[in-house]
């Protein structure tokens, strides 16, 4: 393949993906802050306050491949900021026991902590076992930074529009295409030489670093997970909050949305 890298069969994917994690679960926020120089933080922060978690009243909310908890914990701050919202719940899901552990372990330092508002739940995006969470269920259901560790899109999103309750909202935030030559050549130098030299140096995990990267190359282009994510039912048109989707910096990142119809 291009840059050199080994191709990874796609069944060995899945457990791969969890040794990665696994690997770096301790050093993950680090390492985003490195590799990001923080932006990720930025990102996050316009992806929740898009959704506007509490606006009209408490949300049942689903945060899947949630991770350690950076977008759980911004739904949570942005329903009780912006709207003195004491009652919106996040249920927490990853395939990774060690990042939700590391998750756990920082909402034990907050005021969310032994209460209602969060859960953390071990189970793969692609079958959530269907006893625990049921069908129309929840308001919202965030995936931020996941959907292209999973080996089956489409199995994702059928899951995430089983989950939601019919006029309840899916929301992706992911790495994505830039269409411009000029940032896209320079972004592809830094991604390929500057991250796994910093996964090298601060986690000592080349390989896992790699495979990030090579697997953000591998993601479907804006329009096209658009008409992925409409496949699975959702509606992306005009009542859709922001659009199908919205750029951030360029596409470096990028949100999707849908709605259950
Ligand atoms: N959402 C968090 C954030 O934005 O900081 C974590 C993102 S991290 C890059 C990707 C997460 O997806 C990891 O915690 C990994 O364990 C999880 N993951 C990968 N494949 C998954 C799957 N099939 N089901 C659930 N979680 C998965």
């Known amino acids: 393949t ?7 069969p796609e069944d060995a994917k899945e457990s791969l993906v969890k040794d990665v994690f696994d690997s770096v679960a301790s050093k993950y926020d680090l390492m985003n802050d490195a590799t990001s120089f923080g932006v990720h ?5 316009a992806f929740v306050s898009s959704l506007r978690p509490g606006r009209k009243g408490p949300m049942r909310c689903i945060d899947v491949a949630g991770g350690t908890g950076d977008i759980a914990l911004r739904i949570l701050d942005h329903a009780r900021e912006t709207y003195a919202d004491r009652e919106t719940s996040v249920e927490v899901v990853d395939i990774n026991g060690q990042m939700l552990k590391e998750g756990f372990r920082r909402f034990k330092k907050t005021m969310y902590h032994n209460t209602p508002q969060i859960s953390f739940h071990e189970a793969n995006a692609q079958d959530l076992p269907s006893s625990q969470f049921k069908d129309n269920t929840y308001d919202l259901y965030t995936i931020a930074f996941g ?8 199995a994702v999103l059928k899951e995430a529009h089983r989950v939601l309750k019919p006029g309840g909202t899916f929301a992706c935030l992911e790495f994505s295409r830039v269409n411009n030559p000029l940032l896209s050549t320079i972004y592809d130098q830094y991604s390929f030489t500057v991250i796994p030299l910093l996964g090298t140096v601060l986690t000592g995990d080349r390989e896992s670093y790699q495979y990030l990267v090579e697997s953000i190359r591998k993601f479907p282009p804006q329009p096209e997970f658009a008409n992925m994510i409409r496949e699975a039912g959702f509606s992306t048109g005009p009542d859709v909050d922001g659009g199908a989707w919205s750029d951030m910096w360029g596409g470096i990142a990028c949100v999707h949305k849908g709605v259950k119809v």
């Open 147 to 154: 959907i292209r560790n999973c080996t089956s899109i489409p």
């Open 41 to 45: 933080r930025l990102w996050k922060d």
């Open 2 to 8: 291009s840059f050199g890298f080994k191709t990874v």
